[in-house]
């Protein structure tokens, strides 16, 4: 039981850790002469590298995407808070913390495949996406597996 419970902190950190570098990274979209994330845009103009924030005056989808991943951001620190708590014997009501940071997971990955799948559909398969935007998708799979690893946890706890 030591071993999925170190499991499930150690899937929860890595998805959380995957997500807040995706989320405040500027490489969601990148090519040789710019590199644009959720936040800011960066450009190179000759020798000159500049670097602006995006501001509120973006297309509707970004604001979308951020929302979602913001989203899928706090529902990964209540999965990653809890699982972390589940070593200690305290009990919060009548939900397990394994159960209640299971649900928290499961809530983190439909908002982190709600905010990723908005950005691809309305970007296209015509650009050059970066790191930033494999590191959303990538947290995805990790936030479902914690979630999994949760669910687990919690039925070992009640056997």
């Not at 994330?37 to 970004?62: E, H, P, Q």
């Not at 070593?87 to 939900?95: A, D, E, R, T, V």
């Amino acid at each position: 039981m030591q071993a999925l419970q170190i499991g499930a902190v150690v899937c929860a950190f890595i998805s959380l850790l995957l997500l807040l570098i995706a989320l405040g990274s500027d490489y969601w979209v990148a090519n040789a002469l710019s590199n644009t994330g959720l936040w800011k845009g960066c450009f190179y103009y000759g020798a000159i590298y500049t670097c602006r924030s995006l501001g509120m005056n973006v297309r509707d989808f970004i604001h979308a995407t951020r929302a979602f991943m913001f989203f899928g951001l706090v529902a990964g620190a209540v999965s990653c808070i809890g699982l972390c708590s589940t070593f200690f014997g305290l009990q919060c009501g009548s939900i397990s913390k394994a159960k209640a940071s299971a649900i928290a997971s499961i809530v983190a990955a439909g908002c982190v495949l709600i905010a990723m799948a908005t950005f691809t559909g309305c970007m296209g398969t015509e650009i050059s996406y970066g790191w930033s935007f494999g590191l959303g998708w990538a947290s995805f799979p990790l936030f479902l597996i914690t979630g999994g690893l949760a669910f687990r946890l919690n039925a070992a706890a009640t056997e």
